[in-house]
């Protein structure tokens, strides 16, 4: 068994596929294949079950990619070791979409000119799947929202955000969730942060949405806004990014849409590509702040 086995098994398990894998890793299908038999002859176990041209993990499977990740992870801290203080290699970064948008061009612009030898890797999502992807170390990092039972993980506050509540601009006045209560609420899909403290905030008064439209893209939920369809939650630094923002009405929330996105990894598991990144944060915190909007308040 040698490392270059475990990192086909780990493209097969990310990329979904000995297809994909093939094409992530610039080889032959077949060559990936061989690979996997090898490795599951070399360890005397099935890694996979063979569902007609489907791989699913088996048990042993899941248990030896806990493992493999493990040594990947080592490997690629010895090999930083040995070559020196340059980072280097790929970061693999997880970020909400609001984040992406708003807060990390010019971080990511500024880190790309000081370290060109790291290749990264951005995803998006909600804060539980890109949680859940550091903890199973599918990523390096995340900008989350809400980190709350996450043990193993270490947490570095980031971006200072504000939610605002928006609406169509000839929207009536919104100073408290009974405001809305006739409203479809627009929302990111279950797991998203800024949801759960939309519900909250209809919580405090007691009223449960009626109709909510759940949408994927910020582009897509200030145009249905604007639009007339609903009202949503959503940062205020996301505004100026967005097209048709202008014909929106936006209601601060009288400090109660306070929120702090935070960058989060796996305890003791910072590479050097990563911590150049963490100090690259830590005096951009803060400096760009969010584009003030006149607002109308709620309650």
């Known amino acids: 068994m040698d490392f270059a086995a475990l990192q086909f098994f780990k493209a097969v398990v990310d990329e979904g596929g000995v297809s994909a894998a093939a094409r992530k890793l610039h080889r032959v299908q077949s060559n990936v294949t061989t690979r996997i038999k090898q490795l599951e002859t070399s360890l005397g176990a099935k890694l996979f079950i063979r569902d007609k041209r489907r791989l699913i993990l088996s048990p042993a499977g899941e248990l030896f990619r806990g493992y493999v990740e493990q040594l990947l992870q080592l490997s690629s801290q010895a090999r930083e070791a040995v070559l020196g203080g340059t980072p280097r290699g790929t970061l693999r970064i997880g970020t909400l979409e609001s984040t992406a948008a708003s807060r990390l061009p010019p971080l990511l612009s500024t880190y790309h000119g000081k370290f060109p030898a790291v290749r990264i890797e951005l ?11 550091v903890l199973r170390r599918r990523l390096d990092a995340a900008f989350v929202v ?26 009536g006045a919104i100073r408290r969730a009974r405001d809305v209560r006739s409203d479809t609420v627009i929302a990111f899909p279950a797991g998203c942060a800024y949801r759960r403290r939309l519900q909250a905030w209809f919580a405090a008064d007691g009223i449960v949405p009626e109709r909510v439209l759940e949408l994927s893209s910020y582009h ?29 009405s936006v209601h ?21 590509a990563l911590n150049a990144l963490k100090l690259e944060i830590a005096p951009a915190r803060g400096r760009r702040k969010p584009a003030r909007r006149r607002a109308r308040a709620v309650d």
């Open 123 to 133: 995803t998006t999502g909600t804060n539980d799947a890109l949680i859940e992807g």
């Open 146 to 171: 809400e980190s709350a039972g996450a043990s193993q993980l270490e947490v570095m506050p980031t971006f200072d955000e504000e939610l605002v509540v928006v609406a169509h601009r000839a929207h």
């Open 252 to 272: 601060a929330l009288n400090g109660k849409g306070r929120l702090t996105t935070c960058l989060v990894w796996r305890k003791g598991e910072a590479s050097l």
């Open 220 to 248: 897509a939920i200030v145009a249905c806004a604007a639009a007339g369809t609903g009202v949503a939650f959503m940062p205020r630094s996301v505004l100026s990014t967005v097209r048709g923002s202008e014909n929106l």
